[in-house]
Protein backbone atom coordinates (compact mmCIF):
# COMPACT_ATOMS: atom_id res chain seq x y z
CA UNK A 1 0.00 0.00 0.00
CA UNK A 2 1.11 3.50 -0.90
CA UNK A 3 0.86 6.36 1.33
CA UNK A 4 2.11 8.46 -1.61
CA UNK A 5 0.18 8.14 -4.74
CA UNK A 6 1.70 9.58 -8.02
CA UNK A 7 0.33 10.89 -10.75
CA UNK A 8 0.64 10.77 -13.79
CA UNK A 9 2.21 6.79 -13.79
CA UNK A 10 3.77 8.11 -17.40
CA UNK A 11 4.51 11.19 -19.10
CA UNK A 12 6.14 11.66 -22.64
CA UNK A 13 5.93 14.88 -23.94
CA UNK A 14 8.38 17.13 -26.58
CA UNK A 15 10.84 19.47 -26.04
CA UNK A 16 9.84 22.77 -25.36
CA UNK A 17 6.34 21.42 -23.60
CA UNK A 18 5.54 22.27 -19.74
CA UNK A 19 4.50 19.01 -17.61
CA UNK A 20 3.32 18.63 -14.08
CA UNK A 21 4.16 15.59 -11.93
CA UNK A 22 1.99 15.26 -8.55
CA UNK A 23 1.84 13.43 -5.26
CA UNK A 24 -1.12 13.45 -2.78
CA UNK A 25 -1.37 11.64 0.22
CA UNK A 26 -4.14 11.78 3.10
CA UNK A 27 -1.01 11.50 5.54
CA UNK A 28 0.54 14.84 6.86
CA UNK A 29 4.13 14.93 6.41
CA UNK A 30 7.23 16.89 8.24
CA UNK A 31 8.96 17.36 4.97
CA UNK A 32 9.13 16.08 1.45
CA UNK A 33 11.68 15.69 -1.18
CA UNK A 34 11.51 15.11 -4.82
CA UNK A 35 14.30 12.63 -6.46
CA UNK A 36 14.98 11.82 -10.18
CA UNK A 37 16.62 8.26 -11.01
CA UNK A 38 17.93 6.98 -14.33
CA UNK A 39 18.41 3.85 -15.27
CA UNK A 40 20.74 1.86 -13.80
CA UNK A 41 21.63 4.38 -10.99
CA UNK A 42 20.31 5.38 -7.74
CA UNK A 43 17.69 8.31 -6.77
CA UNK A 44 19.23 11.86 -6.72
CA UNK A 45 17.49 14.38 -4.34
CA UNK A 46 16.47 17.39 -6.23
CA UNK A 47 14.95 18.99 -3.38
CA UNK A 48 13.48 18.94 -0.23
CA UNK A 49 10.49 21.24 1.28
CA UNK A 50 9.34 21.71 4.89
CA UNK A 51 6.65 24.22 5.59
CA UNK A 52 3.15 23.82 4.03
CA UNK A 53 2.69 26.23 0.62
CA UNK A 54 6.55 26.49 0.11
CA UNK A 55 7.35 26.70 -3.20
CA UNK A 56 11.14 26.36 -4.35
CA UNK A 57 12.68 26.69 -7.79
CA UNK A 58 15.32 24.84 -9.04
CA UNK A 59 16.26 26.46 -12.39
CA UNK A 60 13.04 25.65 -14.85
CA UNK A 61 12.01 23.18 -12.03
CA UNK A 62 9.01 24.36 -9.56
CA UNK A 63 7.99 22.60 -6.87
CA UNK A 64 5.52 23.17 -4.43
CA UNK A 65 4.34 21.96 -0.47
CA UNK A 66 0.68 21.72 0.09
CA UNK A 67 -0.53 23.98 2.54
CA UNK A 68 -1.60 20.49 4.91
CA UNK A 69 1.75 18.85 4.03
CA UNK A 70 -0.21 16.15 2.33
CA UNK A 71 0.21 16.72 -1.42
CA UNK A 72 2.94 18.49 -4.10
CA UNK A 73 3.54 18.96 -7.42
CA UNK A 74 6.44 19.55 -9.57
CA UNK A 75 6.32 21.77 -12.67
CA UNK A 76 8.87 21.30 -15.30
CA UNK A 77 8.58 24.32 -17.70
CA UNK A 78 10.06 24.15 -21.21
CA UNK A 79 10.98 20.33 -20.85
CA UNK A 80 14.51 19.29 -22.31
CA UNK A 81 15.43 15.40 -22.75
CA UNK A 82 18.00 15.86 -19.80
CA UNK A 83 14.94 15.94 -17.67
CA UNK A 84 13.78 12.24 -19.17
CA UNK A 85 14.08 9.74 -15.86
CA UNK A 86 11.28 8.73 -12.88
CA UNK A 87 10.87 11.52 -10.96
CA UNK A 88 9.67 9.97 -6.90
CA UNK A 89 8.19 11.77 -3.99
CA UNK A 90 9.17 10.30 -0.42
CA UNK A 91 7.69 11.86 2.64
CA UNK A 92 9.18 11.65 6.32
CA UNK A 93 6.58 11.10 8.80
CA UNK A 94 7.57 10.56 12.79
CA UNK A 95 11.11 9.04 11.67
CA UNK A 96 13.44 10.27 9.44
CA UNK A 97 14.87 7.38 8.31
CA UNK A 98 11.64 6.00 7.21
CA UNK A 99 11.12 7.64 3.89
CA UNK A 100 7.50 7.10 2.06
CA UNK A 101 8.51 7.05 -1.14
CA UNK A 102 5.57 7.31 -4.18
CA UNK A 103 5.55 5.01 -7.07
CA UNK A 104 7.08 7.26 -9.26
CA UNK A 105 6.16 8.85 -12.76
CA UNK A 106 8.36 8.08 -15.75
CA UNK A 107 8.72 11.35 -17.82
CA UNK A 108 10.37 10.80 -21.29
CA UNK A 109 10.94 14.01 -23.15
CA UNK A 110 11.49 13.25 -26.70
CA UNK A 111 13.91 16.14 -29.18
CA UNK B 1 35.27 7.08 -3.02
CA UNK B 2 33.29 9.91 -2.35
CA UNK B 3 29.82 8.54 -3.20
CA UNK B 4 27.33 5.75 -1.65
CA UNK B 5 29.55 2.07 -2.98
CA UNK B 6 27.26 -0.85 -3.95
CA UNK B 7 28.54 -4.53 -4.37
CA UNK B 8 28.10 -6.31 -6.51
CA UNK B 9 25.98 -4.76 -8.97
CA UNK B 10 24.48 -7.78 -10.29
CA UNK B 11 23.64 -10.81 -8.53
CA UNK B 12 22.17 -14.04 -10.13
CA UNK B 13 21.09 -16.46 -7.63
CA UNK B 14 19.02 -19.95 -7.44
CA UNK B 15 16.29 -20.04 -4.77
CA UNK B 16 17.29 -21.15 -1.81
CA UNK B 17 20.70 -19.58 -1.94
CA UNK B 18 21.71 -17.16 0.70
CA UNK B 19 23.23 -13.44 -0.52
CA UNK B 20 24.86 -10.83 0.64
CA UNK B 21 25.03 -7.52 -0.16
CA UNK B 22 27.56 -5.10 0.96
CA UNK B 23 27.61 -1.06 0.93
CA UNK B 24 30.08 1.42 1.69
CA UNK B 25 28.88 4.75 2.78
CA UNK B 26 30.27 7.93 2.17
CA UNK B 27 32.63 8.91 4.80
CA UNK B 28 31.68 10.73 7.63
CA UNK B 29 27.82 9.97 7.09
CA UNK B 30 26.32 8.41 10.63
CA UNK B 31 23.10 7.25 8.76
CA UNK B 32 22.52 4.41 6.98
CA UNK B 33 19.37 2.91 4.94
CA UNK B 34 18.33 0.10 2.63
CA UNK B 35 15.51 -0.17 0.70
CA UNK B 36 14.50 -2.27 -2.13
CA UNK B 37 13.09 -1.01 -5.50
CA UNK B 38 11.07 -3.90 -7.43
CA UNK B 39 9.90 -3.28 -10.97
CA UNK B 40 7.45 -0.37 -11.71
CA UNK B 41 7.16 0.06 -7.73
CA UNK B 42 8.70 3.27 -5.73
CA UNK B 43 11.34 2.58 -3.38
CA UNK B 44 10.23 0.05 0.02
CA UNK B 45 11.90 0.90 3.42
CA UNK B 46 13.81 -1.67 4.53
CA UNK B 47 15.82 -0.70 7.16
CA UNK B 48 18.05 2.26 9.11
CA UNK B 49 20.97 2.91 11.34
CA UNK B 50 21.82 6.02 13.02
CA UNK B 51 25.30 6.20 14.93
CA UNK B 52 25.74 3.71 17.65
CA UNK B 53 21.17 3.27 18.52
CA UNK B 54 19.84 0.27 17.71
CA UNK B 55 18.50 -0.16 14.17
CA UNK B 56 14.87 0.38 12.96
CA UNK B 57 14.50 -3.08 11.65
CA UNK B 58 10.39 -2.22 10.83
CA UNK B 59 10.59 -2.77 7.18
CA UNK B 60 12.47 -5.97 6.97
CA UNK B 61 9.58 -8.34 5.04
CA UNK B 62 10.68 -11.30 7.05
CA UNK B 63 13.00 -12.69 9.29
CA UNK B 64 14.92 -14.51 6.24
CA UNK B 65 16.52 -10.88 5.85
CA UNK B 66 18.92 -9.06 8.36
CA UNK B 67 21.78 -6.47 8.08
CA UNK B 68 24.23 -5.16 10.41
CA UNK B 69 26.84 -2.39 10.08
CA UNK B 70 30.48 -2.90 11.42
CA UNK B 71 32.16 -0.18 12.61
CA UNK B 72 29.69 2.60 12.34
CA UNK B 73 30.64 2.17 8.61
CA UNK B 74 30.02 -0.70 6.12
CA UNK B 75 26.78 -2.90 5.91
CA UNK B 76 25.63 -6.09 4.61
CA UNK B 77 22.38 -7.11 4.02
CA UNK B 78 21.74 -10.44 4.13
CA UNK B 79 18.83 -12.96 2.75
CA UNK B 80 18.34 -16.12 3.57
CA UNK B 81 16.76 -18.87 1.30
CA UNK B 82 15.92 -16.65 -1.45
CA UNK B 83 12.92 -16.85 -3.03
CA UNK B 84 12.06 -15.26 -6.78
CA UNK B 85 9.82 -12.54 -4.87
CA UNK B 86 12.91 -11.24 -3.01
CA UNK B 87 14.37 -10.15 -6.94
CA UNK B 88 14.15 -6.32 -6.82
CA UNK B 89 17.09 -3.35 -6.67
CA UNK B 90 18.46 -2.91 -3.43
CA UNK B 91 19.48 0.52 -2.81
CA UNK B 92 21.65 1.74 -0.05
CA UNK B 93 21.70 5.66 1.20
CA UNK B 94 23.85 7.14 3.70
CA UNK B 95 23.77 11.00 5.34
CA UNK B 96 25.22 12.90 7.90
CA UNK B 97 22.65 11.88 10.05
CA UNK B 98 21.53 15.06 11.41
CA UNK B 99 18.52 14.40 12.16
CA UNK B 100 17.27 17.59 10.24
CA UNK B 101 14.25 18.22 8.18
CA UNK B 102 16.34 19.06 5.33
CA UNK B 103 18.85 15.73 5.56
CA UNK B 104 20.23 14.45 1.91
CA UNK B 105 20.56 11.46 1.36
CA UNK B 106 22.60 9.73 -1.15
CA UNK B 107 21.99 6.99 -2.51
CA UNK B 108 24.38 3.81 -4.40
CA UNK B 109 23.44 2.40 -7.82
CA UNK B 110 22.10 -0.47 -6.44
CA UNK B 111 22.38 -4.10 -6.24
CA UNK B 112 19.82 -5.88 -8.80
CA UNK B 113 19.09 -9.06 -7.52
CA UNK B 114 17.80 -11.71 -9.56
CA UNK B 115 16.40 -15.13 -7.84
CA UNK B 116 15.93 -18.13 -10.42
Known amino acids: TQLLEQSPQFLSIQEGENLTVYCNSS?????LQWYRQEPGEGPVLLVT?????EVKKLKRLTFQFGDARKDSSLHITAAQPGDTGLYLC???????????FGAGTQVVVTP | GAGVSQSPSNKVTEKGKDVELRCDPI?????LYWYRQSLGQGLEFLIY????????KSGLPSDRFSAERTGGSVSTLTIQRTQQEDSAVYLC??????????????FGSGTQLSVL
Open chain 2, 93 to 106: ASSLGTGLLNEKLF
Open chain 1, 27 to 31: SVFSS
Open chain 1, 49 to 53: VVTGG
Open chain 1, 90 to 100: AGATDSWGKLQ
Open chain 2, 27 to 31: SGHTA
Open chain 2, 49 to 56: FQGNSAPD
